[in-house]
């Protein structure tokens, strides 16, 4: 009772509070990943975070703490309009501010499609999947709703992919295909998410021109948005030469434009992913000097490590709030199954439609041979899923659907970051060995 009486006092809080509570959490678990468990920074972080998440209901389960408090703490925070309405715009930005276009040209139609043909395939692969798992295992899922699982853990997280990356060492191309992907197909899947969530809860017509029409305003208006205004800032940053200037100007794209591609109904993942990828490539090469260039990059890179470690400690945080049952548990990982093997299948036929247009139209396209299966492997087993799935699952709206969708998402994104997360660097090695010129 002392333990409770203290934890009621503890999590009784205002907004600085929590933060203080988040921020004292991540940082204890940098440090012990860092001096003791010596995993990769976000992966150290989410298990941490889950295992402290697990002694608690473990201890609430022995009557020794309350866990009303925590669920309360964990529960003020919401995670998906945290992450969907301020993380994500920050951690895009920073993640497409890296990536080179020279390199990103060169993969450029496999990114492509893999990002919109890829993300529609697994889509309707995994969905299809879930739903007969679902109905083998007594529970009621409307298809519309498991194509709605599909399209929510169908696009690979640019987060969680990235800060993979980053330890791994990869080489430049290889990084520019396995990131850009991610990154592009990061806004499709908002996109795709969004048109079914319309047509599961009737506020879209279910016309396919009202689809397209949606599909193609909030896709084109968003990268439109991110050409425009990502080409103003890098005017700006042309005419100054002071970098605590420029490096406001560049958070006032992260932050006013993805507030007014909101406000607009265009895709503000896509737009954020083009501003980061035209700041990124011109205004830092053409529009800075070599100082600001420097102290900018070195700003973002401090602003992603901290904001990602921040977000999957929430990540493993969140186990306390989501209620899995031992059935839940089980098409959990019917679905992180369904999920590889729809991930596995789409970038097969994907690749396969880019080398059938490759000997057709090789020299025009300039396309290297993609059909391999090592490259696939690595492909589909490095296509991470994390928060943004989560965040929006928890998007959906209350009821027995929401319910069933959020604790599988939760199992999926878990076996995800933590089985293909830990085992992504050594099958990247064996695969690198064995696949010329990757």
Known sequence: MIISKWLDKFFTMNIFHTIAILLTLTALGSYLNQRFLKLPATIGLLAFAFLISLFTMVLGRLGWVALGPASSFIRQIDFSAVLLHGLLSFLLFAGALHINLDDLKTVRWQVGLLATLGVLLATFITGSGVWLGAGLAGFTLPYIYALLFGALIAPTDPIAVLSVLKDAGIGKTLYAKIGGESLLNDGVGVVVFLTILGLATHHTPPGFFSVAGLLARESLGGIGLGLALGWAVYRLLRSIDAYKVEVLLTLALVSGGYMLAETLHVSAPLYMVTAGLVVGNHGRHFGMSAQSRE?????????????????????????????????????????????????????????????????????????????????????????????????MALALPLGQERAMILPITYITVLFSILLQGLTFKPALRWLIKRTPNP
């Open 295 to 391: 102290r900018l990059d070195h700003f973002w890179e401090l602003i992603d490590e901290m904001l990602n470690a921040v977000l999957f400690m929430l990540m493993g945080l969140e186990l306390i709030v989501i209620p899995i049952t031992k059935a839940l548990l089980g098409l959990g990982l019917v679905a992180a199954v369904a999920t590889l093997m729809g991930r596995l299948v789409s970038v097969a036929l994907t690749l396969g439609v880019v080398e059938g247009w490759r000997r057709l139209f090789g020299r025009a396209m300039a396309v290297k041979p993609v059909f391999d299966w090592r490259i696939i492997g690595l492909l589909s087993w490095g296509g991470l899923r994390g928060g943004l799935s989560i965040a």
